[in-house]
């Protein structure tokens, strides 16, 4: 009697699943992550080597937008809290946390929290190094307003706009492109809402929406920690079996 060739199904290999399918926006991430690093660099190269866009800067904060158009100034002074990073903060921070628990998970709150490091990195370190003072403090053309202690280079206000509405398009995946759209508008208007009321520098929001931009674009490449610090949360309150159980978000 000839001996079954057949394997047994203890022997037989599991089908490996195919890869998901990449995006045009994954193959060309890199390209798009060097092009805003080299405007990045280009503006602030611009700003220390005193180049024509320090007089761009200068030509713009002499036009005085807040006193050419004052009627606008009331709503302006309203619509410019959505930059600033605490009240946009808390607000951000309360719809993650309403979603963290209905999905019992906590990886909303952690991509916020690994983007808003990653924008630490990429304003903090300029803004010690420039000293950039704004428009307000510097009375008289080519005044000395680098390297004076000032924080103003590149506008955190516009690059927080950009990372933290962005975090938010970026969560909503059944409305990703709406709220991109609605990102992008914001971070826009706040960053001109800042050279209108003359407290930053055009150049100043220029690098504040590169700064943001890199870390939008480099946040994907996060995910695998963020998979683990919310494995790692999930097993802290609820136990291993639960954690190994759970499936990650996509």
């Known amino acids: 009697m000839r001996a079954s060739t057949r394997p047994s199904p203890a022997l037989r290999a599991e089908p490996v699943p195919p890869a998901p399918p990449r995006r045009p926006a994954d193959r060309f991430r890199p390209l798009f992550l060097g092009v805003t690093a080299l405007v990045y660099a280009v503006v ?53 946390g309403w979603r963290s628990y209905r999905t019992r998970t906590v990886r909303p709150l952690v991509v916020m929290g690994a983007a808003l490091l990653l924008l630490n990195i990429t304003v903090g370190g300029v803004k010690i190094l420039t000293g950039r003072l704004g428009p307000h403090y510097a009375h008289y053309i080519d005044s000395p307003e680098l390297f004076a202690g000032g924080t103003i280079f590149p506008s955190g206000h516009t690059a927080n706009a950009v990372v933290t509405w962005g975090v938010l398009a970026y969560l909503a995946v059944r409305w990703r492109r709406t709220g ?29 929406w590169a700064a943001g931009l890199l870390v939008l674009l480099a946040l994907p490449w996060t995910e695998p920690l963020v998979d683990a610090v919310d494995r790692w949360v999930t097993a802290l309150y609820h136990g291993p079996a639960r954690s190994r159980g759970r499936v990650s978000a996509p």
């Open 44 to 96: 602030i190269v611009g700003v220390l080597a005193d180049t024509a866009l320090v007089r761009l800067d200068w030509s713009l904060e002499l036009l005085k937008p807040y006193k050419r158009w004052p009627e606008v100034r009331p709503l302006l002074d309203v619509w410019i809290v959505a930059g600033q990073r605490g009240p946009s903060a808390v607000v951000a921070c309360l719809w993650l």
């Open 180 to 208: 991109a759209a609605l990102a992008a508008l914001t971070a826009a208007s706040i960053g001109l809402t800042t050279v209108y009321l003359g407290t930053h520098w055009i150049s100043d929001v220029v690098a504040g």
